[in-house]
């Protein structure tokens, strides 16, 4: 593998700009260059919490109009009297190169083109775009698409994009090479109230590509876990020795598409790149410890296991449940996925039945069933004494609802057992819907990933014992 | 124009490389057939090299278990009337004569990948690989451990562990042709593919038995 040092680009002005001008900032509803000044100043287009305009100075520039939605628009970035940071361009792609000289002489940190009709409109387009990586190669500005959504930073109040909306704060960035997968993640992201500590979509990647975002995310103090999108790689050896690298530091996980026959031709006619086969594609992120996800759902319901849990140190895995039926199907996955249910010590039964609380048919074993009546003390016996032994080195924790079922009191017994046992991973399984909604808020509000099926649980469980030993090995 | 180079060119470089290629003569005359037959074995196999000819088996072109110089020279002619009937003006490389072996067929290759550089494969022969698709790839470098790894991840990895009363394959030698091919693989940007196909493996030694070289 090739040893060149590559240097980690400095990306500030992408996520962290102290001021941002749009360059082609429309009065129309319905264009694009609306809907990013729309976002930057006031946050979102589709209203909702998270959304936070931004606070620098946002400069439209619109050699048409002298204020596009109230605020004074300048007939180009020259025109704008302080510095710039970030560039964003949404003008038709054969003016792009021309704004993009402009934002040079302006000399601005960071730029993002919008704009569509490059390298996946064939010849023409192509050539448009080696113009774009030129200006961009020699400025030494990094340049974000053309053809693309944009970025989301929510740390920084950003939302340099036309994505609808914005998506709660949290740990995981993810990386797109589809802006509008991007889009429905930020819109269920809001549902569920899962965080991002950023969200990028890199287009047609003229200059800054996936291994860009890859480094500073790596590096990027907000970043728990690296979630990636990905069709094609444009040079599969930096590729695999950036994400090495990165592997080391904070877990990547990749959902790559284009696996079949039809899926590679969709994706020719998209983004105009080349997909490798899957399974050399499997190979490569296998040997740079990057965990491969199947589906966009399972991506995110591992990063969040690992962006909210410590490792799990070892194979050896408890699970109590107040029902029988959940407690065998996640025993049953914790077979199948290679992690052992280690047998209950006497001495362990002992503590618990010491506490008087148990219901006489309890099982005795692992799956620990505390029956269908468990209220919260028992669940707390259960657990505290599970967490305490030596021989668990993480617990899962199932809940069916019944009418006697305290959801959120459950919930806070977990949250408190977690703060004595900070090292051991605790993963939930409140099995329902309505109304267990509150318990799974307050479990998740405090970092304990909940799933409503006990596949999953054990997936994500399986993902902190991988990881742990991934990085043992390394 | 990438092509598969001559089995005389593929044969010398794999000897440069110290491959274990099963014993092999190839033979370019009649008369030198039973001369260099002596540098063999009995029971020996005898295979027509043509570019024009893909699929041997189709054509009638190899001969096994050709156990004295009698059965021999009657293979070499039927092999050269086969291949004539298969096509009227069928270019003969040669005649490969070679040792026999017994044991577990596996497949090893490598193709370069546009993105990634060399990509080594390790399968098990017939109908594991293509029914079965199991087979397991890596990026090269491909180091002992890792050779080691992609072996072991098989579902038919048990075979060669030994199983109903059969002894315990020489995996060893396997994963030393997995790391050669990766080296030689890196080392010559020439080489576009290579296919060893297949490989026998017993609790003796790995050879490989058939083998092509595509070149740019």
């Known amino acids: 593998m090739p040893n060149k040092k590559i240097k980690i680009r400095n990306l500030e002005g992408l996520f962290n700009p102290k001021s941002v001008a749009v360059i082609g900032a429309s009065r129309d509803h319905n264009s694009v260059g609306y809907g990013i000044l729309r976002n930057l100043n006031s946050g979102c287009v589709f209203q909702c919490k998270y959304c936070k305009p931004f606070l620098g100075p946002i400069y439209p520039v619109n050699p048409y109009a002298e204020k596009v939605q109230g605020i004074k628009s300048y007939a180009s970035i020259l025109g704008v009297e302080d510095d710039v940071d970030l560039a964003i361009i949404s003008v038709p792609a054969k003016i792009v190169p021309l704004v993009m000289e402009e934002c040079v002489e302006k000399k601005v940190k960071a730029m993002i083109i919008i704009s569509a009709g490059f390298a996946e409109l064939g010849e023409e387009g192509i050539k448009l775009q080696d113009k774009v990586s030129d200006i961009a190669k020699k400025s030494k500005i990094p340049v974000l698409g053309p053809n693309c959504l944009g970025i989301i930073r929510p740390y920084s109040n950003l939302n340099a994009s036309f994505a609808p909306a914005m998506p709660p704060q949290g740990n995981i960035a993810f990386i797109s090479q589809s802006g509008a997968l991007a889009d429905s993640i930020i819109d269920w992201a809001i549902e569920a109230r899962y965080g991002f500590s950023s969200v990028v979509s890199y287009g047609n990647r003229a200059d800054l590509d996936v291994v860009d975002f890859l480094e500073y995310f790596g590096e990027d103090e907000e970043t728990r876990v690296i979630t990636i999108y990905i069709e094609g790689i444009k040079n599969g050896k ?6 090495e690298k990165v592997s080391k530091k904070k877990p990547i996980i990749a959902l790559k598409a284009g696996r079949t026959k039809h899926g590679r031709e969709a994706i020719s006619t998209h983004t105009g790149s080349l997909a490798g086969s899957y399974k050399i594609y499997k190979a490569a992120f296998k040997q740079t410890g990057i965990i491969l996800a199947d589906n966009v759902e399972e991506m995110f319901d591992i990063a969040k296991t690992l962006a909210y849990q410590p490792l799990c140190k070892g194979n050896n895995i408890a699970i109590v449940s107040n029902a029988g039926g959940p407690a065998v199907l996640a025993a049953d996955y914790c077979e199948q996925s290679g992690i052992n249910l280690p047998e209950l010590k006497k001495s362990t039964l002992n503590k618990i039945e010491k506490s008087g609380v148990m219901h006489k048919a309890y099982s005795r074993r692992n799956p620990l069933d505390l029956v269908g009546d468990a209220l919260p003390e028992r669940y707390k016996v259960a657990v505290d004494t599970l967490l305490s032994e030596k021989y668990v080195d993480g617990l899962i924790v199932i809940q069916t609802l019944q009418t006697m079922t305290d959801p959120e009191e459950d919930a806070n017994v977990i949250i408190e057992a977690q703060k004595k046992y900070p090292d051991k991973p605790i993963i939930c399984t409140y099995m329902g819907g309505h109304f267990t909604k509150s318990g799974i808020r307050l479990l998740e509000k405090n970092y304990i990933p909940d799933y409503n099926d006990p596949k999953k649980a054990v997936m994500a469980m399986k993902s902190l014992i991988e990881r742990f030993q991934y990085l043992k090995k390394k | 124009m990438p092509g598969w180079i001559s089995q005389e060119k593929a044969l010398g470089l794999m000897k440069k490389k110290r491959f274990p290629v099963i014993k092999t003569v190839l033979v370019k005359s009649e008369k030198n057939l ?4 002596k540098k063999l074995k009995f029971p020996i196999a005898l295979k027509l090299v043509s570019s024009d000819i893909i699929h041997k088996s189709e054509a009638n072109i190899i001969f096994l ?83 080691l790894e992609m072996i072991k991840e098989l579902k038919a ?7 109903r009363g059969q002894k315990k394959s020489k995996v060893e030698d396997l994963v030393d042709i997995i790391r050669k091919t990766s080296l030689l693989a890196e080392n010559d940007k020439k080489i576009k593919e290579i296919d060893f196909n297949p490989v026998i493996v017993n609790d003796k030694e790995a050879k490989i038995v058939d083998f092509r070289i595509l070149k740019d």
């Open chain 2, 157 to 163: 990895y048990k075979i060669l562990e030994g199983i």
């Open chain 1, 238 to 243: 930096r590729f695999m020795q950036v994400a």
């Open chain 2, 34 to 37: 039973i001369k260099n037959a």
């Open chain 2, 65 to 147: 278990d050709i156990k004295n110089d009698e059965q021999l020279e009657k293979a070499y002619k039927d092999a050269i009337k086969n291949a004539k009937k298969y096509k009227k003006k069928v270019k003969i490389e040669g005649i490969l004569i070679q040792e026999m072996v017994s044991g577990q067929e596996v497949i090893i290759g490598m193709k370069r990948d546009e993105q990634f550089g060399p990509v080594v494969m390790f399968g098990f022969g017939g109908i594991f690989v293509e029914v079965l698709k199991d087979v397991s790839f890596r990026i090269a470098p491909v180091e002992r451990d890792m050779a």
